[in-house]
């Protein structure tokens, strides 16, 4: 359930989840059958085109950072993962995800600072950090900028008004305590970047940050069941929620 010898391997998506609903979480996290087991959806399609495109985008050198460049980049992310694959419905869905694909990078690139040379492009894609004896902090970052007087910028993209809120302000700070602790600089702001609507969301970090947010992740992990039995693992909203369905369309007997 998450745990090796005892430890907790805690990100940002795993604990929204169970907060989300314990149930829900059971199903991608414990339950062997259904692990780690989504439906593909244009939305996340979408998202990860556009994550992959900006990644790439950065890895080359600024003199190579166009336009042109920026949308060749998504064309050759979607032609690996695209139409019933991408879980697109039919072309005009395809080409409307595709269309704010496009909009978003172009807004990125006329209003964006694309002379910025983040750090971590060709690193490890999923570090994991020791916060505790028994608990790591694990998490995929989007980007980190290296800002005058040697201190971290954590930075997370978002692509629209699908993305999960972060309503517990748990996602950023944790981030900046993998990146302090990876790359043993202070982290002094932290991110949201809508890139639908351009809008930046920056804050910077109280002293002691890092101690709060250990505490507060010890603290959601407490909630979760140690055991690995379904009836452990409540699903609060009973049948108002019908989340789980897709995995009765996969074929998996939910009852
Ligand atoms: S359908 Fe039930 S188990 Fe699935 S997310 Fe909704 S409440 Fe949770």
Request: a positive charge; hydrophobic letters at 35%.
């Amino acid at each position: 359930m998450g745990t090796v010898n005892s430890s907790f391997f805690a990100s940002p998506y795993k604990l929204s989840m169970f907060l989300e609903c314990p149930r829900k979480y059971w199903y991608y996290y414990i339950n062997e059958e259904t692990k780690y087991k989504q439906p593909e959806h244009p939305y996340f399609t979408m998202g990860g085109h556009v994550h992959d495109t900006l990644k790439n985008f950065f890895n080359l050198d600024v003199k190579f950072r166009s336009k042109e460049k920026i949308l060749e980049l998504l064309e050759t992310f979607w032609k690996r993962k695209s139409g019933r694959e991408g879980g697109f419905e039919s072309k005009e869905e395809e080409e409307h995800y595709k269309g704010r694909a496009r909009k978003m990078l172009v807004k990125f690139f006329d209003n964006g600072d694309i002379k910025a040379k983040p750090i971590l492009w060709h690193s490890q894609s999923n570090p994991k950090v020791e916060v505790t004896p028994s608990l790591f902090f694990t998490g995929v970052f989007d980007r980190i900028d290296v800002l005058p007087r040697d201190v971290l910028h954590v930075i997370d993209y978002k692509t629209g008004k699908e993305d999960a809120v972060d309503e517990r302000n748990i996602q950023l700070p944790m981030y900046a305590v993998l990146a302090e602790r990876i790359f043993r600089k202070p982290v002094t702001q932290v991110s949201y970047l809508n890139l639908e609507s351009g809008r930046w969301d920056t804050r910077g970090l109280e002293k002691g940050y890092a101690f709060d947010t250990i505490g507060r992740v010890q603290e959601i992990v407490a909630k979760i069941p140690k055991s690995s039995e379904k009836e452990d693992f409540i699903c609060g909203y009973k049948d108002r929620c019908f989340h789980c369905n897709y995995l009765k369309e996969l074929g998996f007997n939910l009852e």
